[in-house]
């Protein structure tokens, strides 16, 4: 057998597994484009509704480009004064319980994740106990409003600066990722706790933090329960709340009203639904692309096991 013939039947099965591979690569980018497009249609259809005629889109009609287009959902909820009230508070809260919820949460991870912590075990399942069971809504409002937290602004970013589960997705962070090497180096070049902390531990951690920020920030900024709960003034409403007051307001005026006048009212409820979509998660949408480097990173070194 000539060498070219050796070479040739040595080489047949690697075409056949490249050409195996490709066509398993082509199967899965199908699936891949098709679970993209089932996620991204539901979003790219709110978007196309908010600009389209509400009757269009209520007969099935608005399937990829907007019909009987429209401005006037975002010209009515503008015409609100205190929407850019909303967004103010909003901007405020998520900004401030932000930096609050990383600074109390990876603190606390990272005291947790030290092996030389006095009753760690205790404290880990203390808070752990707090995930399954809690005094529920009545004994914390007595709470809130023993503390004088009530109607005020740091109600919406102190109490429930908390949150378990980024605690112990951290915590996981710091004991695999973070060398316990580093530490004893530190000792020996007479840096203390706070310091190795502080110049060590956090620049290291940019992952992780970025991926609680982004977790953290979501939360403030959809929260509309608590501000419903803890607040009465107007002027510290966020923008979920005023907007849902917006459209609860519109409903109820189009269905005390008759004839003409209730269909327009109706016409307008319908369409602003959608166009409070779009203002409520634009700035969120905005922010993720900056941080999404960072995120699948830190949520596959973050991951929770033992």
């Given at each position: 057998?000539?060498?070219?013939?050796?070479?040739?039947?040595?080489?047949?099965?690697?075409?056949?597994?490249?050409?195996?591979?490709?066509?398993?690569?082509?199967?899965?980018?199908?699936?891949?484009?098709?679970?993209?497009?089932?996620?991204?249609?539901?979003?790219?259809?709110?978007?196309?509704?908010?600009?389209?005629?509400?009757?269009?889109?209520?007969?099935?009609?608005?399937?990829?480009?907007?019909?009987?287009?429209?401005?006037?959902?975002?010209?009515?909820?503008?015409?609100?004064?205190?929407?850019?009230?909303?967004?103010?508070?909003?901007?405020?809260?998520?900004?401030?319980?932000?930096?609050?919820?990383?600074?109390?949460?990876?603190?606390?991870?990272?005291?947790?994740?030290?092996?030389?912590?006095?009753?760690?075990?205790?404290?880990?399942?203390?808070?752990?106990?707090?995930m399954f069971f809690s005094g529920g809504l009545i004994p914390t409002f007595l709470t809130i409003r023993d503390f004088h937290l009530y109607n005020t602004f740091l109600v919406m970013v102190l109490p429930f600066s908390v949150v378990v589960f980024d605690m112990i997705v951290a915590r996981t962070f710091f004991q695999t990722s973070i060398p316990g090497d580093l530490w004893e180096a530190a000792q020996i070049d007479g840096c203390g706790n706070l310091r190795y902390f502080v110049l060590v531990v956090l620049p290291l951690s940019k992952a992780?933090?970025?991926?609680?920020?982004?977790?953290?920030?979501?939360?403030?900024?959809?929260?509309?329960?608590?501000?419903?709960?803890?607040?009465?003034?107007?002027?510290?409403?966020?923008?979920?709340?005023?907007?849902?007051?917006?459209?609860?307001?519109?409903?109820?005026?189009?269905?005390?009203?008759?004839?003409?006048?209730?269909?327009?009212?109706?016409?307008?409820?319908?369409?602003?639904?959608?166009?409070?979509?779009?203002?409520?998660?634009?700035?969120?949408?905005?922010?993720?692309?900056?941080?999404?480097?960072?995120?699948?990173?830190?949520?596959?070194?973050?991951?929770?096991?033992?």
């Amino acid at each position: 057998m000539s060498v070219m013939e050796t070479a040739a039947i040595t080489r047949t099965p690697r075409v056949k597994r490249r050409s195996r591979m490709s066509v398993a690569e082509a199967i899965m980018y199908v699936f891949a484009i098709l679970f993209l497009i089932a996620i991204m249609y539901p979003i790219y259809f709110i978007v196309i509704a908010s600009f389209s005629d509400p009757s269009s889109v209520a007969n099935g009609q608005v399937w990829v480009f907007p019909k009987g287009f429209t401005l006037e959902g975002y010209k009515e909820l503008l015409r609100h004064e205190n929407i850019w009230i909303g967004y103010r508070n909003t901007i405020l809260y998520t900004v401030v319980g932000t930096l609050i919820g990383l600074v109390v949460n990876i603190s606390a991870a990272y005291a947790l994740s030290r092996k030389d912590l006095v009753g760690r075990k205790f404290f880990s399942l203390f808070f752990i106990f707090t995930m399954f069971f809690s005094g529920g809504l009545i004994p914390t409002f007595l709470t809130i409003r023993d503390f004088h937290l009530y109607n005020t602004f740091l109600v919406m970013v102190l109490p429930f600066s908390v949150v378990v589960f980024d605690m112990i997705v951290a915590r996981t962070f710091f004991q695999t990722s973070i060398p316990g090497d580093l530490w004893e180096a530190a000792q020996i070049d007479g840096c203390g706790n706070l310091r190795y902390f502080v110049l060590v531990v956090l620049p290291l951690s940019k992952a992780i933090i970025a991926v609680l920020g982004l977790w953290i920030a979501v939360g403030y900024w959809n929260s509309y329960f608590n501000a419903l709960i803890y607040l009465k003034d107007p002027n510290l409403y966020p923008l979920q709340l005023i907007l849902r007051n917006i459209l609860i307001t519109n409903q109820m005026q189009s269905g005390m009203g008759t004839g003409e006048a209730a269909q327009v009212a109706l016409r307008l409820a319908n369409l602003m639904r959608y166009s409070v979509i779009i203002i409520a998660t634009i700035p969120i949408m905005c922010v993720y692309p900056f941080i999404q480097k960072y995120f699948n990173q830190g949520v596959m070194i973050g991951a929770v096991k033992e």
